[in-house]
């Protein structure tokens, strides 16, 4: 025996009985251990320690996803501290930043080099990891998501192996990691290819609803970035964005809207007419606002709402939106009533094999579904099984989604945090 003690790894800061909850606390959990490593080593030492142990492992960043997507029982991971500008090739734009770092902060450090990243969501509270693991949006016809403005990315294995990939190098495993909700992998680094810093000029104007669908394409095409809001149990639409004062935005619009809504629950009947006030209030006026790239695409998405997210064919838009008015207005009749602005928004192809923009399929729910609407899903599930056969990185959701699996111990049940 040499007497020599063998070091324990470097796991950085854990924790237990840590009480995640997502943005809209419509899910929670209590991971056995939660860590807040602070460096690539620190996360491979977590990933080895899950692997010994038989534990899997989930990487969450903001939190925002309206699903369990996020939720585990077993190790949670965080990466805020995995927060930094690793490199900046002030020529090409390029950027690589620490996959951790929130779109606010990212914003922040890209304004100060003078650059800007192409389009952006209504937020920007997610993580980058997090924001193109589920190929987060905005709009814009000609405008790919998120993901698409990434050109490498560095990933730790289940193996604890670390993948640097890009459109050159491992071009499937990148291709399918643009967009992977966790289940390849944990990511550390990301390369961004940026724009030189741009203002954006957005005019909001109230429309009706035939009136867009009726001249849609001249309208999706008129502006780089164009969205609109569909206020249900009406015809009355707002294109684009807006500024209102402190008044209208603050009292009106958020805090006196959340405790109407909160009032409707108990009468549901007055919805319909608290969302012709809402548009009254919020969005019934012209208005112009010309500010950096960032503060015109993210929007106030308001207080904890429900929400989700359908993805079609934009072609499709109007048909959708008519048989939805239809829906809306017959189940009216019946007692039912939708609560929130639809938000329609336009996104460009891509070739990310996760992505719904990817060969322009329909977004739907389980395996089954999945494999027709994704051409690349099962070539997904393959190089998952490959790079994570004891799946170390599969949590209830991706289970249920992903490998089809159902029953007690992967259903949501288990983490909702309120119905
Ligand atoms: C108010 C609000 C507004 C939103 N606006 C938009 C919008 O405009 N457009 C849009 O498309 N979506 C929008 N979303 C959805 C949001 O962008 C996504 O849910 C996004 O995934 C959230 O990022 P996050 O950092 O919170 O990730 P989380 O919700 O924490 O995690 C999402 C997924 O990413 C994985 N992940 C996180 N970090 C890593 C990592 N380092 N390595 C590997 N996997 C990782 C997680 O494991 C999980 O599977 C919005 C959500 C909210 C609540």
Redesign the pocket.
């Given at each position: 025996m040499s007497g020599q003690v063998a070091k324990a790894p470097n796991l950085g800061n854990k924790q237990k009985n840590y009480q995640f909850r997502?943005?809209?606390s419509t899910f929670k959990c209590v991971p056995e251990l939660y860590f807040r490593p602070k460096s690539e080593d620190e996360l491979v030492n977590i990933v080895n320690l899950a692997r010994e142990n038989h534990k899997t492992i989930?990487?969450?960043?903001?939190?925002?996803?309206?699903s369990d997507?996020?939720c585990t029982n077993e190790y949670m991971i965080n990466?805020d501290d995995l927060n930094h500008v690793l490199e900046f090739d002030p020529k090409s734009r390029i950027i690589t930043v620490e996959?951790?770092i929130?779109l606010f902060q990212l914003n922040q450090e890209l304004k100060w080099r003078g650059i800007a990243l192409s389009n952006l969501?209504?937020?920007s509270?997610?993580?980058i990891?997090?924001?193109i693991?589920?190929?987060?949006?905005?709009t814009g016809i000609n405008f790919g998501?998120l993901s698409t403005q990434v050109i490498g990315l560095t990933?730790i294995t289940a193996s604890g192996k670390k993948i640097h990939c890009s459109e050159v190098k491992d071009a499937e495993i990148f291709k399918a990691a643009l967009c992977?909700?966790?289940?390849?992998?944990?990511?550390?680094r990301v390369t961004i290819q940026c724009e030189p810093e741009f203002r954006l000029e957005a005019e909001q104007q109230p429309m009706k609803l035939d009136t867009i669908l009726n001249d849609l394409k001249e309208i999706v095409c008129s502006a780089e970035h164009v969205r609109f809001w569909w206020s249900p149990h009406t015809d009355d639409c707002a294109k684009q964005a807006e500024t209102i004062g402190y008044f209208r935005e603050t009292i009106l619009g958020y805090h006196l809207y959340q405790f109407l809504l909160y009032l409707t629950r108990f009468y549901p009947p007055t919805i319909p007419r608290l969302a012709h006030l809402m548009f009254l209030i919020k969005f019934n006026k012209g208005t112009l606002m010309v500010d950096d790239s960032y503060k015109v695409f993210n929007s106030d998405?308001l207080f904890e709402?429900y929400?989700n997210?359908w993805a079609i064919p934009w072609e499709r838009t109007a048909e959708a939106l008519r048989k939805l008015g239809q829906w809306v207005r017959e189940n009216d009749e019946k007692g039912i009533y939708v609560h929130f602005p639809v938000e329609v928004?336009f996104v460009d192809k891509d070739d990310i094999w996760l992505s719904p923009s990817y060969g322009r399929k329909a977004h739907t729910m389980f395996k089954d579904e999945l494999t027709k609407a994704y051409p690349k899903f099962k070539d997904f599930l393959e190089l998952r099984e490959e790079l994570d056969p004891e799946g170390i990185f599969l949590n209830p959701?991706?289970r249920r989604h992903l490998l089809g699996e159902y029953g007690p111990k992967v259903d949501a049940a288990q983490f909702k945090a309120r119905l």
């Open positions: 997502n943005w809209s989930k990487v969450v960043g903001s939190g925002h996803s309206p997507l996020a990466l996959a951790g929130r969501g209504a937020i509270d997610q993580s990891a997090g924001a693991s589920s190929a987060t949006h905005g998501n990933m992977s909700v966790g289940a390849l992998g944990i990511i550390t998405c709402q929400v997210e928004r959701y991706l």
